[in-house]
């Protein structure tokens, strides 16, 4: 199995700012690395000036016509895979991604929790997964315009408000001309959310509402378990459609994703929680992934359990996880809160990681291989 010893990035200005946090756990340490970026990005916090108009791809027809945002969109179908046999070719055993990079964006905006990540595919395409809070969306647009503006496929996790917010917000009010190739979604009955949480019902609502705002074409509601979606040089796999389950409904109904680009294969886990790793290991051969880097799931804490990442085996971690959430911190100090963030640190120290990217020490560039 591929195996990277190392990662690193080198930043657009030539800087590079590596932060170690050492934490004891039974005399074992282990480390966070701080990527931040410079130049050119460094007006993405800015706000966008002017109203104009989000220019949606539609290769095949110009006409289109919103279907009704509470019935499922007419969809394309797209080949499936044996999980284990999706990868890329090493084009660049220099970088990660090849000519492309994965940037971990921090919420900007509150210190609130939020999962929104951009992969370059180096070819003029941009993967965007999640996206972060409604709040989110100007910052997450100016993102994407300082890239080229093109989305290849934007993939979403479920529709929390911390996840899904800044797509809605984009779609209904934002002003960059950007293009989307590809929204990709398993989303379960209207009936199902309400019955179980008034918010991500209406959060539900919202994004049905966005979505009838767009061609319909570009609306991939019907994704199933290893399916493959071509993103030029990436390619992204499917790993499950939305869980139904008994205990934390909505996280569990997360989205698993691989993406791969360049050889390295990263692991998307949205806020996949315990019951929902579970059936994840009994659908999917999660060591045939090959994986490199995982996201953690719901941002560190109180998400899959430790077997499943003993499975996958991950040499790198995304940690969206603001300074609190990460210090276990409701305000009396480290390790005053309820979370479970220490514990799965722990966790990574026993399986040898030594390498995590985490939001609390700002956006997160994973771009070259030492």
Known sequence: MRRMESYGRKMAAGLMAALALMLGFNGLKLESFAMTEAAPFSSQKQELSSIGTLVIADETKKQETAANPNLPPVLSTAPTAAFGSVTTPV???SSMFGPGRLTLLANK???AQSLSVIIENGAGGLIVVDGGWTNNGASLLNEIKQRGGHVAAWLITHPDSDHAGALVDILDNHSSE???DGIYY???EDEWYAGKDDNVAAMVSRIKSAFGKVPQNILHGDI??????DAGPAKIQVLNSAYRMNGDYINNSSVAYLVSLNGTNTVFLGDL????GEQLMKDVDLKALDCDI???SHHGQNGVDYEVYKALNPRVCLWATP???WDNDNGGGPGSGPWLTQETRSWLVRLGVKENYCTKDGDQVIEYRE
């Open 91 to 93: 084009t660049d055993p």
């Open 178 to 180: 950007i293009t989307i």
């Open 224 to 229: 199933v378990a290893g399916q493959v979606i």
């Open 109 to 111: 905006d509150t210190n």
């Open 186 to 188: 398993s989303f379960l």
């Open 323 to 325: 300074q609190w959430l």
């Open 273 to 276: 929680a315990k019951l929902g």
């Open 294 to 296: 995982v996201q953690m």
